[in-house]
């Protein structure tokens, strides 16, 4: 794979339980199975470093935490960290327009956050007559008739979710000659797509989430990493991140588990490693779609909830504050499903876009948890919607109105 392809690749961005992935799973790595202390350069407990880890895109990522985005500062989705703007005079048309979306699938409560929000933002435009959306219910195999299925329909502009990165590639070139194409979410190996919409991406959220447990937990304390599945790029690289944050730390990683993304799972492994030590200090997670459950297993224990991350669902962000936790939420903010209809209309009217739209990738602390706290909203709601001001909100999100 070309540099800059790998690059594009290495961006792709899998949510949660319904991730999927082209590439072979790997081993669970636990603490019977870890290397010994002695074997420094893997790190303790910690194992070799992922074939996805790319040291540039790593340095790249960590260094756009701290830049200041361009942009309106009240309307996220719209700003872009670092641009490098492309032309798109040739894709200038008159409207009305007719957009088309191939989306990789509605299966967990963040791509159905982000979807519904993508349907609110279209529904602001009058300038968009008609938008086509079909749902690949994450299938590989049909994900790749509907991109041809939507190119027979007179699309002015093509937005793809890609439900695999590699497999779906082929697929994203072949339209990419016929219309222009929009990618977000999720990578693919081309950078024929006129811009790739994304957050910063995973290396920033493991080392976000591992650097406040290195400061959280005392030297040698015990750390437990829950992942959800090998091989997917954005949870390898947000465990890759976390590796090498505690590498350098003085923390020791008592185990690296899949939790498949289950509650019960998750569960059970947080019991058996306390039952198994006695005592974890802090646990790290790739996705905090099951935080709530990793909580519960210390309770159940009777004992004190460790040092913990989730993410920005509503109902780790009640537990946090209702149990008074020591607590951090990196995110993957699911207002970027606003950027691709902006996009579109953006290259359609000739307008310059980001090549590569780095989106911000806030996190929730405990200073600001008040602010994504939403307690008329639904459990699985994702706080950084960006969905407030939107036509229907708070009740097409499933909340209730205050």
Same mark, same amino acid.
């Given at each position: 794979?070309?540099?800059?392809?790998? &690059?594009?690749? *290495?961006?792709? +961005?899998?949510?949660?339980?319904?991730? @999927?992935?082209?590439?072979?799973?790997?081993?669970?790595?636990? *603490?019977?199975?870890?290397?010994?202390?002695?074997?420094?350069?893997?790190?303790?407990?910690?194992?070799?470093?992922?074939?996805?880890?790319?040291?540039?895109?790593?340095?790249?990522?960590?260094?756009?935490?701290?830049?200041?985005?361009?942009?309106?500062?009240?309307?996220?989705?719209?700003?872009?960290?670092?641009?490098?703007?492309?032309?798109?005079?040739?894709?200038?048309?008159?409207?009305?327009?007719?957009?088309?979306?191939?989306?990789?699938? $509605?299966?967990?409560?963040?791509?159905?956050?982000?979807?519904? =929000?993508?349907?609110?933002?279209?529904?602001?435009?009058?300038?968009?007559? /008609?938008?086509?959306?079909?749902?690949?219910?994450?299938?590989?195999?049909?994900?790749?008739?509907?991109?041809?299925?939507?190119?027979?329909?007179?699309?002015?502009?093509?937005?793809?979710?890609?439900?695999? =990165?590699?497999?779906? @590639?082929?697929?994203?070139?072949? &339209?990419?000659?016929?219309?222009?194409?929009?990618?977000?979410?999720?990578?693919?190996? =081309?950078?024929?797509?006129?811009?790739?919409?994304?957050?910063?991406?995973?290396? +920033?959220?493991?080392? #976000?989430?591992?650097?406040?447990?290195?400061?959280?937990?005392?030297?040698?304390?015990?750390?437990?990493?829950?992942?959800?599945?090998?091989?997917?790029?954005?949870?390898? =690289?947000?465990?890759?991140?976390?590796?090498?944050?505690?590498?350098?730390?003085?923390?020791?990683?008592?185990?690296? !588990?899949?939790?498949?993304?289950?509650? &019960?799972?998750?569960?059970?492994?947080?019991?058996?490693?306390?039952?198994?030590?006695?005592?974890? #200090?802090?646990?790290?997670?790739?996705?905090?779609?099951?935080?709530?459950?990793?909580?519960?297993?210390?309770?159940?224990?009777?004992?004190?909830?460790?040092?913990?991350?989730? !993410?920005?669902?509503?109902?780790?962000?009640? /537990?946090?504050?209702?149990?008074?936790?020591?607590?951090?939420?990196?995110?993957?903010? %699911?207002?970027?499903?606003? %950027?691709?209809?902006? *996009?579109?209309?953006?290259?359609?009217?000739?307008?310059?876009?980001?090549?590569?739209?780095?989106?911000?990738?806030?996190? $929730?602390?405990?200073?600001?948890?008040?602010?994504?706290?939403?307690?008329?909203?639904?459990?699985?709601?994702?706080?950084?919607?960006?969905? !407030?001001?939107?036509?229907?909100?708070? !009740?097409?999100?499933?909340?209730? /109105?205050?």
């Amino acid at each position: 794979m070309p540099r800059h392809k790998a &690059a594009v690749a *290495a961006f792709a +961005a899998l949510a949660l339980a319904g991730c @999927t992935t082209d590439k072979p799973a790997s081993t669970t790595q636990s *603490a019977a199975s870890a290397p010994s202390a002695s074997q420094s350069a893997q790190g303790s407990g910690t194992g070799a470093q992922s074939k996805f880890f790319v040291q540039a895109d790593f340095d790249a990522q960590l260094a756009m935490r701290t830049q200041t985005p361009q942009g309106p500062s009240d309307k996220p989705w719209e700003q872009a960290i670092a641009p490098k703007m492309v032309d798109t005079a040739k894709y200038k048309k008159d409207g009305p327009y007719h957009l088309c979306f191939s989306n990789a699938a $509605v299966n967990n409560p963040w791509r159905q956050v982000g979807w519904k =929000t993508m349907q609110a933002e279209a529904g602001l435009h009058k300038e968009i007559t /008609k938008f086509t959306a079909l749902d690949a219910e994450g299938k590989d195999d049909k994900q790749i008739s509907d991109i041809a299925e939507l190119q027979a329909k007179g699309c002015d502009a093509l937005i793809v979710s890609p439900n695999t =990165t590699a497999t779906l @590639t082929p697929a994203v070139t072949a &339209a990419c000659a016929k219309v222009p194409v929009i990618v977000f979410d999720r990578g693919v190996q =081309t950078d024929c797509p006129v811009t790739f919409i994304k957050p910063i991406g995973g290396y +920033a959220f493991g080392a #976000d989430a591992a650097e406040f447990l290195v400061e959280k937990v005392p030297a040698g304390g015990k750390v437990l990493a829950l992942r959800i599945l090998p091989g997917v790029d954005v949870l390898e =690289t947000r465990w890759s991140a976390a590796k090498v944050v505690f590498d350098k730390s003085k923390v020791q990683v008592a185990g690296v !588990e899949f939790t498949d993304g289950d509650a &019960a799972k998750t569960k059970s492994i947080v019991s058996d490693y306390i039952q198994r030590y006695g005592k974890i #200090d802090g646990v790290w997670m790739d996705a905090g779609a099951t935080a709530v459950a990793a909580i519960e297993a210390f309770e159940d224990a009777g004992l004190p909830v460790p040092p913990i991350n989730g !993410e920005d669902q509503q109902d780790f962000l009640q /537990k946090w504050k209702d149990a008074n936790l020591t607590a951090v939420a990196p995110t993957y903010p %699911t207002y970027q499903w606003r %950027t691709p209809i902006i *996009a579109a209309l953006k290259i359609l009217k000739g307008e310059e876009v980001p090549k590569m739209w780095n989106l911000p990738q806030p996190k $929730v602390t405990s200073e600001n948890l008040s602010t994504y706290l939403k307690p008329n909203m639904p459990p699985l709601h994702y706080a950084l919607c960006g969905c !407030e001001s939107l036509l229907g909100f708070p !009740e097409n999100w499933g909340g209730k /109105k205050s």
